[in-house]
């Protein structure tokens, strides 16, 4: 992970009715990327509807850009197959952390934002921005693109670094 001021976690939560890429079924995993750097969860043997539930962390400086994730069938004696792929927006996160530093938001629970669906993302419905504890969380379902079917459910959050060094008080 590079220096940053700041830890997005990625919790690729499941899939459903995922594309069949084998026989009956498909052996899927999701490959998460942020700028240069590139995170993958582990295979769900033989499923359409796999549960992961595993996070996958990034360092960045700000939470910018474009998260794009993209799921494969994997095969053990050829090049594994694509399955779809999605991608999020990041600006809202963006515009949700400033808001988070202006209302000076430190305990609590604050919804912040709603993202709808559009072009800049692949929702399949309204998400909402959300303050709680310290972490700035958006929870999605995301369509498939470029694939007969599939949804992934993932959550992102943002935790800002201290901005302040802590002081260790020797005794």
């Known amino acids: 992970m590079e220096e940053g001021a700041g830890l997005l976690k990625v919790i690729v939560s499941k899939g459903r009715s995922l594309a069949i890429r ?4 498909s052996d899927p995993y999701v490959v998460v990327k942020l700028g240069k750097q590139t995170a993958k969860t582990k295979v769900i043997n033989s499923c359409l509807n796999p549960v992961w539930n595993e996070d996958l962390a990034f360092s960045v400086k700000e939470p910018l850009g474009v998260l794009k994730l ?3 069938d994997w ?4 090049f594994d197959d694509k399955m779809g792929h999605a991608f999020i927006n990041l600006q809202p996160l963006t515009s949700a952390s400033k808001l988070k530093r202006a209302l000076q938001l430190t305990t609590g629970e604050t ?5 709808a669906p559009d072009s800049d993302n ?3 419905a309204d998400s ?3 303050y709680l504890n310290g972490e700035i969380i958006m929870d999605v379902r995301l369509r498939l693109c470029d694939v007969e079917s599939g949804e992934l459910y993932v959550t992102v ?3 800002d670094h ?3 060094p802590i002081h260790v008080r020797k005794c």
């Open 111 to 115: 919804k912040l934002r709603k993202v």
């Open 122 to 124: 692949c929702l399949l």
């Open 162 to 164: 201290p901005t302040t």
């Open 22 to 25: 084998d026989f009956t079924s």
């Open 157 to 159: 959050k943002w935790i």
């Open 128 to 130: 909402f921005i959300t």
């Open 70 to 72: 993209e799921v494969f």
């Open 75 to 78: 095969d053990r004696f050829k």
